[in-house]
């Protein structure tokens, strides 16, 4: 076992682990900041951000009002709008700040304007973007500026486990202590397989989503909402886990693939039109929008139009654009096309919706902070108040920025009033064995999406809803019984985890006893006249 101490623990180094961190680097440079990944650095939700980021940028065209409107109609009235203002009037100096640090975005031919695209829900052209491949440019930019600051220290292949707490220090330490307080995490070392101690003054959780708890996902492997469930295991407040985001255009592809292609929402904003295998558009039945309305509206009708034919997925008709720009935009996605015999110049481009976004999450105020002390957090692992009950395209980025900043903004004030605990214990494995049923947890795992997708997906029921907790109640039982007594491994903790996040999604959605956002019951279609927030 070993013992690390750091000023601050960061975990995540996507968007909003790494934006954070090069900031406190830079204000403390004598101070040390400790990033945390369970893969490699470059492996993030943030890498796989296709569209782009939203930002009023064109100012004779756009404004702050426009971007605000845009968002709080996304959000269908659970958006909070002090937040939502804060983002988007804040959001262009954070979009500056990664230009300078090196990020290319896309310009007009023969100009030195920003190409601007144009997502479902945008009532303006305001997406910056980097072909389809725009959260790789930032994921690469924010890398090399992390790696130019010294006392930024990134520790790859470290699977977080649990928040260090009053929880671990003994009853008589919570009784007196006002408040729950972080003083780090247990982290395996997956090297070594060994649980080291982290001990630091700050923590900030920027663990991103939750979407591998569904069968089909945008987001790569590692998003197994592992910040979430470990907040909530520490009695963090958590709101919202019933919005799940599901993409209304993943590329189908009868060889399932994991994570699922994404066909980006700018795709649509470019001119491409969703049609039936016939031919037929059939947006017109459900938004005045058509192929624009917001994703919780399209991915509804997809499924809806999905249902009535009897077909495994609907179409993205693209033969109508120009050749030369489309490739121009969307090299990646052409390419993939291409690649399982789709030609998107000939050829409809099957799609099919996917899970892809949690809009709940942690619950943080205004400046990053947990409802437990010392405790921050960003990013898609967060319910900041922005999205509501549905993100609007391409405002995830632009938040993630925003919110390491603001953060920032707090810890620089407050990192020399906090010290370390050093009466942590060590990581107590004793009485547990090396795991031998990894069969068990395989299944498990496929089970448990299974349950998600089949009763808990994009139009939910009070009978599914209770199927699905009742099923997840074995699962919890039989995988906290293989906790007990096995040595820990990441695939473990990561199904353990998801466990967690379909419990508080199944949880939260039950309680909603209306249809909001992308919450759509068959049992309550309507929506409330008032609005509340699903606290856990």
Known sequence: MTRIKTDILVMGSGIAGLTFAIKAARHFPDRQVLVLTKTNEGESNTRYAQGGVAAVWNHETDTFEKHVEDTLDAGDGLCNEEVVRIVVEEGPQRVQEIIDWGARFDKEKNSEEYDLAREGGHSEHR???????????????????AASLSNIKVMEHYFALDLITQHHL????????????????????????????????????????????????????????????????????????EFVQFHPTSLYNPVVENPSFLVSEAVRGFGGILKSAEGEEFMQHYDERLSLAPRDIVARAIDSEMKKRGTECMYLDCRHLNKEDFLAHFPTIYEKCKSIGIDPFTDMIPVVP????????????????????????????????????????????????VYAHRIFEDVKDRLDTWDYRDDVPDWNAEGTNEPKEMVLITQSMKELKDIMSYYVGIVRSNIRLQRATDRLLILYRETEALYQTTAVSPQLMELRNLITIAYLITRSATHRRESRGLHFTTDYPDKLPFVEQSVL
Do not use: F
């Open 127 to 145: 997406i910056l973007h980097y072909k389809d491949l725009t959260g790789w440019e930032m994921q690469r930019t924010i890398m090399e500026e």
């Open 170 to 241: 003994g009853r008589l330490v919570i009784r007196v202590t006002p408040g729950i307080e972080c003083y780090g995490c247990y982290a395996l070392n997956k090297q070594t397989n060994k649980i080291d101690t982290i001990l630091a003054r700050a923590t900030v959780v920027c663990t991103g989503g939750t979407g591998q708890v569904y069968r089909a996902t945008t987001n790569p492997v590692i998003a197994t909402g592992d910040g979430i469930a470990m907040a909530y295991r520490a009695k963090g407040r958590v709101e919202n886990m």
């Open 354 to 401: 996917a899970c892809h976004y949690m809009c709940g999450g942690i619950m943080v105020d205004t400046y990053g902070r947990s409802s437990i002390q010392r405790l921050y957090a960003a990013g898609e692992c967060t319910s900041t108040g922005l999205h509501g009950a549905n993100r609007l395209a391409s405002n995830s980025l632009l938040e993630a920025m």
